[in-house]
């Protein structure tokens, strides 16, 4: 086993907030008599996650518009696939910047909210792992006995035995890595590295520490506990309790032949609910069976429970139920989401996405009118070198100024787009195109008569 104290690191100002929020929690409920870690774990949970509720909101209104950009992204895909030219890679780009211009997203919008959250699950996890640093009263019981096993002569050997013995460890935490804490170097153990060793114990190994007979007359020693006077057995019963799960201690690992196994088995079932319904979220009405992202999707979704199922078996019973609260408070929150989405107009949504991706490109100092000529050039496209004049911009191809523009509005199919905008130029540009492609066409096919006719001759 590996003992944390409070981590340290990048992520150490992100567990302070949330050893914060879990101090309260246990303070709150400790008002009502309930002295209970697992119930603090599943609050707690629910907290952090209405926290991050805006955040989730919005990977939700992402998943809504990738709904309708996703026909378009895969046609893209497909009509330049095995293409590895430069120049096919630019255009793909472009086309694909114009879709989401169109739509007023970002390719980083559905990637941005879990950037956000994974430092919150990483220092989440820690504070589970290390809770006696972040509650107060929780420490202050394994205090007692951190305090009263130093005032024993040569408990340092004796404890080193007794850990080696068990095979433990104590290491200290430093943002996602853990680095090895040897206390045999220290004449007197700090209080803080003696309150990680016993956080840990379960109850066997409580009873494996007083059976040492050097440590066996700690159970009678008297301390205070807030105001009242308890002897260290009673401490460590009242520290067990705290831990209990229905006759189970969180610090355990489930095991087969025993009721703890119900723990990885709703690991498994909570989170295969997850992933099913954020799957039936982010499909499409018809599912493409070439677009891997889907097919990646469905394959983690399948496996990613399984795999917590067979972590929960070698982690603490703590983290399952962390597991477990987390992935039924997901389940609502999409539940609730999606129900309030569906009451919103899509349309209206893109609207609303399109001005404020124009508000915030313009906040940037991004103009959309410089943006014509680089996304024309990257397209493969030239304004020089041809008489065309188009009217829906006023640039004309042989003029090295911008005219003023027309103000007039772009239109494809039932969407409207400003004149201002890179979709309207790159619709622009694709129905020039088009053009091009039906005169080609027409040569060929004038060509092939003239043959025709000459043959007949």
């Given at each position: 086993?590996?003992?944390?104290?409070?981590?340290?690191?990048?992520?150490?100002?992100?567990?302070?907030?949330?050893?914060?929020?879990?101090n309260a929690i246990y303070n709150f409920v400790?008002?009502?008599?309930?002295?209970?870690?697992?119930?603090?774990?599943?609050?707690?949970?629910?907290?952090?996650?209405?926290?991050?509720?805006?955040?989730?909101?919005?990977?939700?209104?992402?998943?809504?518009?990738?709904?309708?950009?996703?026909?378009?992204?895969?046609?893209?895909?497909?009509?330049?696939?095995?293409?590895?030219?430069?120049?096919?890679?630019?255009?793909?780009?472009?086309?694909?910047?114009?879709?989401?211009?169109?739509?007023?997203?970002?390719?980083?919008?559905?990637?941005?909210?879990?950037?956000?959250?994974?430092?919150?699950?990483?220092?989440?996890?820690?504070?589970?792992?290390?809770?006696?640093?972040?509650?107060?009263?929780?420490?202050?019981?394994?205090?007692?006995?951190?305090?009263?096993?130093?005032?024993?002569?040569?408990?340092?050997?004796?404890?080193?035995?007794?850990?080696?013995?068990?095979?433990?460890?104590?290491?200290?935490?430093?943002?996602?890595?853990?680095?090895?804490?040897?206390?045999?170097?220290?004449?007197?153990?700090?209080?803080?590295?003696?309150?990680?060793?016993?956080?840990?114990?379960?109850?066997?190994?409580?009873?494996?520490?007083?059976?040492?007979?050097?440590?066996?007359?700690?159970?009678?020693?008297?301390?205070?506990?807030?105001?009242?006077?308890?002897?260290?057995?009673e401490v460590v019963d009242k520290i067990i309790?705290?831990?209990?799960?229905?006759?189970?201690?969180?610090?355990?690992?489930?095991?087969?032949?025993?009721?703890?196994?119900?723990?990885?088995?709703?690991?498994?079932?909570?989170?295969?609910?997850?992933?099913?319904?954020?799957?039936?979220?982010?499909?499409?009405?018809?599912?493409?069976?070439?677009?891997?992202?889907?097919?990646?999707?469905?394959?983690?979704?399948?496996?990613?429970?399984?795999?917590?199922?067979?972590?929960?078996?070698?982690?603490?019973?703590?983290?399952?139920?962390?597991?477990?609260?987390?992935?039924?408070?997901?389940?609502?929150?999409?539940?609730?989401?999606?129900?309030?989405?569906?009451?919103?107009?899509?349309?209206?949504?893109?609207?609303?996405?399109?001005?404020?991706?124009?508000?915030?490109?313009?906040?940037?100092?991004?103009?959309?009118?410089?943006?014509?000529?680089?996304?024309?050039?990257?397209?493969?496209?030239?304004?020089?070198?041809?008489?065309?004049?188009?009217?829906?911009?006023?640039?004309?191809?042989?003029?090295?100024?911008?005219?003023?523009?027309?103000?007039?509005?772009?239109?494809?199919?039932?969407?409207?787009?400003s004149s201002k905008s890179i979709a309207a130029?790159?619709?622009?540009?694709?129905?020039?195109?088009?053009?091009?492609?039906?005169?080609?066409?027409?040569?060929?096919?004038?060509?092939?008569?003239?043959?025709?006719?000459?043959?007949?001759?």
């Amino acid at each position: 086993m590996v003992f944390l104290t409070q981590v340290s690191g990048i992520l150490k100002p992100i567990a302070w907030v949330l050893g914060v929020i879990l101090n309260a929690i246990y303070n709150f409920v400790e008002l009502f008599g309930i002295e209970n870690i697992a119930l603090c774990i599943i609050l707690f949970t629910f907290v952090v996650k209405m926290l991050m509720l805006p955040l989730t909101i919005k990977q939700q209104k992402f998943t809504k518009l990738q709904s309708k950009m996703s026909p378009e992204l895969q046609k893209i895909q497909q009509k330049y696939k095995g293409k590895k030219d430069e120049d096919s890679l630019r255009r793909q780009q472009a086309e694909t910047q114009a879709v989401y211009a169109k739509y007023g997203a970002s390719p980083m919008g559905g990637c941005l909210p879990l950037l956000i959250s994974l430092p919150i699950m990483f220092a989440l996890y820690r504070v589970i792992y290390a809770i006696p640093a972040y509650v107060t009263d929780i420490g202050s019981l394994y205090g007692t006995v951190a305090d009263s096993l130093k005032n024993l002569t040569g408990y340092k050997e004796t404890l080193i035995d007794f850990m080696t013995q068990n095979s433990l460890t104590l290491s200290q935490s430093s943002g996602c890595s853990a680095t090895v804490i040897d206390i045999s170097i220290y004449n007197d153990v700090p209080r803080e590295y003696l309150i990680d060793i016993f956080s840990k114990f379960n109850p066997q190994n409580w009873d494996a520490f007083f059976n040492i007979e050097s440590f066996s007359s700690l159970k009678s020693v008297m301390v205070t506990v807030k105001d009242s006077s308890m002897t260290i057995s009673e401490v460590v019963d009242k520290i067990i309790s705290v831990n209990g799960l229905f006759g189970l201690s969180i610090l355990d690992r489930p095991v087969w032949n025993s009721i703890s196994v119900c723990i990885p088995i709703l690991a498994v079932l909570t989170q295969f609910i997850q992933g099913k319904l954020q799957t039936a979220v982010n499909s499409n009405k018809k599912t493409n069976t070439d677009d891997p992202a889907q097919q990646t999707t469905k394959m983690m979704s399948t496996i990613m429970p399984i795999m917590s199922g067979a972590f929960c078996l070698m982690l603490p019973i703590g983290v399952g139920i962390y597991w477990i609260a987390s992935a039924v408070f997901t389940i609502i929150q999409t539940l609730f989401i999606n129900k309030y989405l569906d009451k919103i107009n899509v349309d209206d949504m893109l609207e609303k996405s399109k001005e404020k991706n124009i508000k915030k490109q313009e906040k940037l100092g991004v103009s959309y009118d410089n943006k014509m000529a680089e996304v024309a050039k990257t397209k493969g496209l030239n304004y020089n070198n041809s008489s065309e004049e188009y009217d829906n911009t006023s640039y004309k191809k042989n003029s090295n100024k911008k005219a003023k523009q027309s103000g007039s509005d772009y239109k494809r199919s039932s969407v409207s787009y400003s004149s201002k905008s890179i979709a309207a130029n790159a619709n622009l540009l694709a129905s020039r195109n088009t053009v091009k492609k039906e005169e080609v066409k027409n040569t060929e096919e004038s060509t092939q008569n003239n043959e025709d006719g000459n043959d007949g001759k």
